[in-house]
């Protein structure tokens, strides 16, 4: 009856018209926004404020406050870029102590139109709005289940945090399929000449390269997206498939870019303080038998799926669903899928037991749980197609009035920072003071034994 009632008033008038999808659209985004907003400063309020995300807000009142960022010890993957950038660009326009939240809401705007972009080449644009809907559904349900299942850590907080991945692999991916876009277009002769692919590529080098600078995982993941499609792309009979590129010349296009950037980035380390992390790896394995370093990887991976079984229940029945629709998921994704599970295992043990030593970062694997995401919607699109639009915008209201409901811990969080005396404190409470403080208090970090503590902070204890 709603359905039939807005069709009544407006869908006759709008609903084959340019400005109607537009108007649809931003209408969607707005909602969205409110309820990602109300996401960060709910459920997600403790994780986006630790001492660990707080890195990017603190970097950047330091830059525009006029100390400097060179006593910082940054962590492997200094998120210059797009993290930082888009944090300087909010650092102007919003309250200071709102930066995590703000951040927050903001990338899953353009992480909502990125997808909606891309949708458009395969979808019509009521079915990239519907598709949109049970992405940002999955997310709210799944985001309240962690809540209320206690999850420890909540695992899909990854949606909205800065310098943890995130925003770098949303970069790669949007940046890997736009690639292929123009690739494909190129091969039908859309865009009519050589020159306009090679500005095109000459965009995406700078563009690949800040992501390499800033977040050298993220890039990986990116790259390997691209070459596990280009190489089943390549091998279609049909005329849209991707153009096939001579194996010598792509060959020594990756190896350029990997040798300048690579320059580039050892400049950058001497004269930053960034940690090396193929110097700490190979330090970490060369005192270990290959026997040993098996056992630590399998019990490694042992402790960890033990984790996700004990202390993450939400993460379980998104896998239990994914289990049973995977045969409907598109190809791409089912493809990406199988390739990134074991990827991202190796480099969970390559990272996470043999370099930083991570009890569980469970945020290298965040690009499956946002592949399950995409695959389970694009599911959903297919069988359920004529869920009503007005229903939609009903439901993303009830689930703003539902969350408005949820506790806000700000000022008590706040509170318990500011009145923190001790100059000397532990990393978790370093960076917090920091910031709920907005750099007037500038604590101390040590560790356990009381020497300072040197990793990713800002504090001026540097020689």
Not at 287 to 293: H, P
Not at 381 to 391: A, D, G, K
Not at 396 to 401: E, P
Request: hydrophobic share 50%.
């Amino acid at each position: 009856m709603l359905d039939r009632f807005f069709q009544s008033i407006f869908v006759s008038k709008w609903f084959r018209t340019e400005k109607y999808q537009q108007f649809l659209l931003f209408s969607f985004l707005i909602l969205t926004s409110i309820i990602n907003f109300l996401l960060c400063e709910t459920i997600y309020f403790q994780p986006l404020h630790s001492a660990d995300q707080l890195y990017s807000p603190l970097v950047i009142l330091d830059v525009f406050s006029g100390k400097g960022i060179k006593h910082w010890y940054f962590p492997p993957s200094p998120y210059f870029f797009p993290d930082l950038v888009l944090m300087s660009v909010l650092y102007f326009l919003i309250p200071f102590l709102y930066l995590p939240t703000v951040y927050g809401m903001v990338q899953m705007g353009f992480v909502t139109l990125g997808i909606y972009w891309v949708l458009n080449e395969f979808l019509s644009k009521h079915q990239s709005l519907l598709f949109l809907f049970y992405f940002q559904t999955f997310i709210i349900i799944f985001s309240v289940l962690s809540s209320l299942l206690n999850d420890n850590p909540l695992p899909f907080v990854y949606f909205f945090t800065n310098a943890h991945h995130s925003t770098g692999f949303f970069f790669s991916f949007f940046l890997v399929s736009v690639l292929g876009f123009n690739l494909r277009k190129q091969n039908w002769g859309v865009y009519g000449n050589k020159r306009n692919l090679i500005l095109r590529l000459f965009f995406y080098w700078i563009g690949f390269s800040l992501l390499y600078l800033s977040d050298r995982y993220s890039f990986c993941i990116g790259f390997l997206c691209f070459m596990t499609v280009y190489h089943f792309e390549i091998r279609k009979k049909n005329s849209r498939r991707l153009p096939k590129v001579l194996g010598w010349k792509l060959n020594f296009f990756i190896l350029m870019f990997l040798l300048l950037n690579e320059l580039t980035f050892y400049g950058i380390k001497h004269t930053l303080q960034i940690p090396n992390s193929f110097g700490i790896l190979l330090k970490s394995l060369s005192d270990k038998s290959a026997d040993r370093i098996f056992f630590l990887s399998y019990t490694y991976l042992f402790d960890v799926s033990k984790h996700i079984f004990y202390q993450n229940g939400s993460l379980l029945l998104l896998i239990s669903f994914c289990l049973f629709t995977v045969s409907k998921f598109p190809f791409r994704i089912r493809i990406l899928l199988l390739t990134l599970i074991p990827v991202l295992l190796l480099l969970l043990i390559v990272v996470g037991r043999f370099t930083y030593l991570h009890p569980y970062p469970i945020r290298y694997l965040f690009p499956i749980w946002f592949l399950c995401f995409l695959g389970l919607s694009w599911f959903l699109q297919t069988v359920c197609n004529r869920f009503p639009i007005s229903l939609i915008f009903a439901s993303f209201a009830l689930w703003i009035l539902v969350l408005s409901s949820f506790p806000k811990p700000r000022q008590a969080v706040a509170e318990s920072f500011l009145t923190v005396t001790k100059q000397k404190v532990s990393y978790d409470f370093e960076k917090p003071i920091r910031f709920w403080s907005e750099g007037k208090k500038e604590p101390f970090p040590i560790d356990n034994q009381g020497k300072p503590y040197r990793w990713i902070t800002g504090a001026f204890h540097t020689p």
